[in-house]
Each structure stands twice: as structure tokens, then as C-alpha cells.
């Protein structure tokens, strides 16, 4: 490309942050959105900040750290400029934030729930928080005294704080300072009053202010001041090289010292004393790299994604209910359907209980010798443990690979481990240096002493928690072009010194972007040809350099490329001799988008792929993706009017620009809402039977 990376690449952080101003945009939207859910994207936004702070930006200070250098991938920049950027952005989203807050407490006040702080309590609902105090919040209180021979105490980057500034009575003129953790976690954050006309909603910290009396009574406390503060600590994890070690014992040890990881973002409410607040920054010995944000009375917002409905029943979304598989029968094998056709699970339209099913008819079928499994996230009660468990007593050979560095889900997968260790299924860690984030199963038979393989290759975790919120494909199939190369990834994850090659499969980190990038240059072979030709994409995230740049050729050449990039695009689409030929758009609604679909128009004969990977160095270089062809027909077909009909949407598209303004799309007719359009297109299969 002739254009440099200035102008070709949007630096993949700053396109994050835009992303999150869309959640943003969501909190606003009450036109389509009740209050409730408004309350939650805030939440959703908080989380999200979070753990860019936490991966993202920590990434990019330790980055800027070892080097001054422009790279390619960051838009030309310097980590540092970036660093600089990122600040600036967050402060003004964090303001935004804040702002937002406010309208959706003055519009929960008007429909009779008003949060009230510690100083606006009756006489009866001081009793009845200093009675919720004593009985539920006490027990789970740590106060931590500070003083000037005393090392600040390692403070926990999920948690937040009330820095305390007292003064006592005997010595007015020295204030004493401590930390007390607010126990969120253990009693919730949201303690709701008894109802006397309004609903009355206090945040737990508050609770905690109106006792402070009562936690600090050794002290004869003169006046006394209480403001949150909030730390975030980079979430990487550091193995150490001891070889008499498991992996597994490793990953524990890590998982633990996270704790302790650098500050790279500390939050403190903005009426805190100058006093405190240098004192606290000292302790913490923050510097010039970390990133230092004034917000408002109440930190970790998150929580909000649980702030309870305790009004009417519209203040929360209209219930979307999972749908029945118009091929799957709850008296019919699934297995024997496979036999005759594939199989296309599209959650959450349809319900995730079939994998569930599948997995339960393979644990007793007497025909199955074998089940594997790769598993990255996995739900808390997990009904697929159990599925695999009851397959391994039933004596069918069972592996499970588990991704034990499945970020922020570490312990979580440590546990189930253990648990499928002890009941006799085969565990196995995949591939050092690399993550295992693809998403199959594959069934062995023996049938008349012939193998048959059943397989399933899907864009999400086998999660049934995530399978309600997060749109996903699992395909169903028997088709041996399919199951044996599924077998070959298997075979791959168990003896890693042993490359395969594929003969249908993308799989990362070998051939994923090798093969993208010659289904482009087809494409382009294609529009020279005069011949039909155009790529249409979904996609969660788009950063990776090399496949930008061929959509940009491609683009030169005249091919028409249709994008639905839910988060970070660093391709820059709509521009004038390097981009015209691509539209980029984004969807947020009610559910988080992650399917992952491409489809190249292949000179009238579309070629169909859905997997695990974006397009992302990440996907392609470090981590073990498998994405499959799609060769049933109806199944096509499926897909093909799923993209119409995320396309059409003109109620929750924004644009992608060079901009990064979040301007939501403008199209004539009537109003598309993509996600409830698809609800409507699965209900209708269901009634037809197709």
C-alpha cells in the first residue's frame, strides 16, 4: 500500500475505546432501551474499562516502557503517544460516565426508586441499616490502619475502598488515616430499604459511612471523612521456570500473586482531600505511567450490571425466549440426525441444551468409543462437566482440553480440572506458547466396525451461562471432509511436535491467514475476471496488519466488502483511493454479538466459513483456531439471510469511520432491530420446519 500506516491503521486501543463509547451510547438510549438495561450497559461499560486497564493499557505501559519506537499496528505511533491518548479519551469518557449516571438516577427517582446516601435516611431507616449493619455487614469488615511505620497493604484491583481521614479529639491538628474494603462481593452491592411510599436503595459503601462510628468506637473521632477509591493492577500472569513444577501448579501460583500485580490506574472520588489523596499516592508509589482518573462519590459501576428490578416489569428488555431446532426432536437422536444432514445451532435463538444433549446421548450410547472436547470458558455449574463426567463412568474414552490461561477465568478452570481428574477423564493443557481458544467437539463410533465421527465447530464457549447473552454458531455435522480434519486438530493438541496439515480447516496458528488471505486474492482474481465477486464478514474484532491490507487491495480492485465488526477496527473503510469499496459497521444491542461468519462470493459460487478466530495477530499467530467451511446447502442459506439481516439493521448500526464518532446509520423504511428481526426469522423455521 502506498498510504502509511497513519492513515491505513487505527492504533487497535483507541478503536476499542470507541467501541465502549458505543456501550456508552447504549446507557443513553432510552428510546430503545429500558431504564433497567440502561443501568446495565453502564455496567457493562465499567466492566469493560476495567479490563482494558487491567490487560490492554498495562500492555502498552510495559510496552512503552522497553521501547520509543513507531509500530505499524499502533498507526505510526509511539506506545507513549498512545499511553498519552488513551488518558485523554478516559477522562472524558469517565466525565461522560458520571454524566450519565446522574440522568439515570433522576429517571429511576421518577419512577419511585431513589438511592439515598447515609445523610438523607429517616429515623426508621437508620434503624433499620444500623440493625442490616450489625447482622450482615460487620462480620465481613476489614479495616486497615495506616500509619507512618506501617507499608500500605496491597489493596485488591476488584474491590473498592473508603479512604478514611479522621481526627481524634486528644491530637485535632494530626489526622489518622485507614482503608476499610467494602465487601460487595459477600453482602451485594445494592441494599434495598424497607418500601415506605418509594423504593429506597442505599450502595453498600454508604452503609458502611452512616457506621463508621460504630466500626472506629476506640477512637473519640473529632469529625471523620470517608471517599472511595478504587486501583487497578495489570492482569498479567508470570510463570516461573521451575521445572519440578506442574503446569497446573504454576498456573495456582499465579493466579494468586495477580494480586500483587503494578497499578496502572488509580480512581478516587473527586471531593477526596488533597491531603489524602497524596497520601495514598505516595504510599502506592504510582508513577508517571499510570494513569490517575477524578470520578465522581461511587467507583466500580460493574455493579450496576446487577442493580436489581425492583420496579415494574418494563423497566427490563421483553422477554426473547429460546427456540426449539425444527431438526431436533427431544425423543430423536441428534446423532442419527447428523447422519443425514448438518445441523446449524444459532444462540441465543435457539436453545444450548442440544450440545448438552448431544453430549448426553454420546455418554450412554453403547456404539461411542470416544468424546473430545476443548473447553476455554466454562459456566460455574457447569451441566457440560457433568455430561463429560457421566460419559467417563459410563466407560467411553473422554478428553478434555482445557485452556488454563482463559483470562480472569484461571481459577475457575483450575477447579474443573480437578474435578474431571478425579472422576477419570483425560485432561490435557494443549500447547505451550500458545492458547487453545477453538471451540469442537468431536464423537467416535464404531459401527459394524467402521468409524463414525460426529463433530461439532462453533465462534463460543460451551458455556450455558454466556449461551443465553451471546449470539454463537455450533455446527452439527457429520460430513467426513469436516470431522476428519477435526480429528487431525485433536490429534495435534495431544502430540504438538506433530504439525498436520488440513485439507478443509483453517487452523491457527498454522494456516488461518495463509488461507484468508488467498480466498482474497481469489476475490480479486475474481472482479478482474468481470466475474462475481464480493466478501461479506462479521466479525468481533479486525487489527491484524497484513489482512487489512489485503481487504485494501481487494477494495483497489474493485470488490465489494461488507463489514459487521463489533468491536475494534483498525481498518479505516470509506476513504478515497484505499478503502471506497468498504462499509464497516458495528452492532451493540441487548445481546453481545460474537459470531464469527465470512463469506466470499467466489464467482457465484459463495464459499461459507464460521469459527473461533478473529482476525487478529492474536487469533492467528498465538492461538490454536479452527474455523470451518460450511458445505450444506440449507445451512448456507441460513447464514446468507443472517447477514441480510444484520445488515439491514437501522436502529442499532453505527458506523465505522476514520472519524471513530459512533454515528449510528441512517436508512430509509421502516425500523430493523437486527437481533429481534432474527428472533422473529428463527421463530418463523420453527413454525415452517425448515
Not at 508517571?288 to 436489581?308: E, M, Q, T, V
Not at 455418554?363 to 459456566?379: F, G, H
Not at 504439525?499 to 481469489?522: A, C, M, N, Q
Request: charged residues 30%; glycine residues 4%.
Amino acid at each position: 500500500m502506498n498510504f502509511p500506516a497513519s492513515k491505513r491503521i487505527i492504533a487497535r486501543d483507541i478503536s476499542w475505546l470507541a467501541f465502549n463509547e458505543r456501550v456508552l451510547q447504549e446507557a443513553l438510549d432510552s428510546e430503545n432501551n429500558p431504564l433497567i438495561e440502561r443501568l446495565r450497559f453502564l455496567g457493562i461499560f465499567s466492566s469493560n474499562m476495567d479490563e482494558f486497564f487491567r490487560v490492554r493499557y498495562a500492555s502498552m505501559k510495559r510496552l512503552a516502557q522497553m521501547t520509543d519506537q513507531k509500530q505499524e499496528r499502533l498507526g505510526a505511533m509511539e506506545p507513549e503517544q498512545v499511553l498519552m491518548e488513551i488518558s485523554e479519551k478516559v477522562q472524558v469518557m469517565q466525565a461522560r460516565s458520571q454524566e450519565i449516571n446522574d440522568q439515570l438516577m433522576q429517571a429511576l427517582s421518577e419512577h419511585d426508586i431513589e438511592i439515598v446516601n447515609e445523610k438523607e435516611l429517616t429515623a426508621g431507616q437508620q434503624e433499620y441499616v444500623r440493625k442490616f449493619f450489625i447482622e450482615k455487614v460487620s462480620p465481613t469488615v476489614f479495616t486497615l490502619m495506616l500509619g507512618q511505620s506501617q507499608e500500605l497493604p496491597e489493596l485488591r484491583d476488584k474491590s473498592i475502598y473508603l479512604a478514611i481521614r479522621m481526627y481524634v479529639k486528644q491530637n485535632p491538628d494530626e489526622p489518622r488515616f485507614a482503608l476499610i474494603e467494602v465487601p460487595s462481593e459477600q453482602v451485594g452491592r445494592f441494599v434495598s430499604l424497607p418500601r415506605y411510599g418509594k423504593q429506597y436503595v442505599m450502595y453498600l459503601e454508604d452503609v458502611i459511612r452512616y457506621n463508621l462510628e460504630y466500626i472506629l468506637f476506640i477512637y473519640n473521632i473529632d469529625r471523620i471523612e470517608a471517599h472511595t477509591v478504587k486501583i487497578t493492577r495489570d492482569a498479567e500472569l508470570d510463570l516461573d521456570d521451575d521445572v519440578s513444577k506442574s503446569f497446573l501448579e504454576k498456573m495456582t501460583r499465579s493466579v494468586k500473586n495477580r494480586r500483587s500485580g503494578d497499578p496502572v490506574r488509580f480512581v478516587y472520588d473527586k471531593e477526596i482531600a488533597e491531603e489524602t489523596l497524596q497520601y495514598l499516592v505516595g504510599e502506592m508509589d504510582l508513577d508517571s505511567y499510570d494513569s490517575l482518573i477524578a470520578g465522581g462519590r461511587y467507583h466500580n459501576k460493574k455493579d450496576l450490571i446487577k442493580f436489581p428490578n425492583i420496579g415494574d416489569k418494563e423497566l427490563e428488555f421483553e422477554s426473547l425466549p429460546q427456540l426449539a431446532h425444527p431438526d431436533l426432536d427431544m425423543d430423536r437422536s441428534i446423532l442419527e440426525v447428523l447422519d443425514t444432514k448438518d445441523v446449524l445451532l444459532f444462540l441465543p435463538y435457539h436453545n444450548f441444551s442440544y450440545i448438552i444433549r448431544t453430549l448426553r446421548e454420546a455418554a450412554i450410547d453403547p456404539e461411542v468409543r470416544s468424546i473430545d472436547i476443548t473447553l476455554y470458558r466454562m459456566a460455574s455449574d457447569s451441566r457440560v462437566i457433568s455430561a463429560l463426567v457421566n460419559a467417563a463412568k459410563n466407560g467411553k474414552e473422554v478428553t478434555a482440553v482445557i485452556e488454563l490461561q482463559a483470562r480472569f477465568d484461571e481459577a475457575n478452570n483450575i477447579q474443573w480440572t480437578e474435578v474431571l481428574q478425579s472422576e477419570g477423564v483425560n485432561v490435557i493443557f494443549g500447547v505451550q506458547g500458545l492458547k487453545v481458544h477453538s471451540k469442537v467437539i468431536l464423537i467416535t463410533k464404531e459401527v459394524q466396525g467402521k468409524e463414525q465421527l460426529y463433530a461439532s465447530v462453533g465462534t463460543g464457549n460451551f458455556n450455558e451461562s454466556t449461551s443465553k447473552l451471546y449470539t454463537d454458531y455450533h455446527l452439527l455435522t457429520a460430513d467426513r471432509r469436516i470431522t476428519k480434519d477435526v480429528a487431525r486438530v485433536f490429534d495435534f493438541l495431544r502430540n504438538n511436535y506433530k504439525v498436520k496439515k488440513y485439507r478443509h480447516l483453517l487452523v491457527s496458528p498454522h494456516d488461518t491467514r495463509k488461507g484468508f488471505i488467498k480466498l482474497i486474492e481469489k476475490e480479486i482474481e475474481n472482479a478482474k475476471k468481470g466475474l462475481s465477486s464480493g466478501i461479506k464478514m462479521k466479525l468481533n474484532s479486525l487489527s491484524d496488519v497484513k489482512l487489512i491490507d489485503k481487504l485494501y487491495e481487494a477494495s483497489a480492485y474493485g470488490v465489494q466488502v461488507q463489514m459487521v465488526i463489533r468491536g475494534i477496527c483498525s481498518l479505516v473503510p470509506g476513504q478515497k483511493g484505499m478503502s471506497e469499496n468498504i462499509e464497516a459497521i458495528s452492532i451493540l444491542d441487548r445481546f453481545l454479538e460474537h459470531s464469527r461468519l465470512i463469506i466470499f462470493e467466489n464467482g457465484g459460487d459463495p464459499k461459507y466459513f464460521l469459527g473461533s478466530a478473529d482476525w487478529m495477530p492474536r487469533n492467528l499467530d498465538y492461538r490454536v483456531e479452527v474455523t470451518t467451511p460450511v458445505y450444506d446447502e440449507k445451512v448456507k442459506r441460513q447464514l446468507r439471510d443472517h447477514f441480510e439481516i444484520i445488515w439491514k439493521d437501522n436502529v442499532k448500526s453505527r458506523w465505522h469511520n476514520a472519524e471513530l464518532n459512533n454515528e449510528y446509520r441512517q436508512i430509509r423504511g421502516p425500523k430493523i432491530r437486527s437481533q429481534y428481526a432474527m428472533h422473529d426469522y428463527v421463530k418463523k423455521q420453527l413454525k415452517l420446519g425448515k
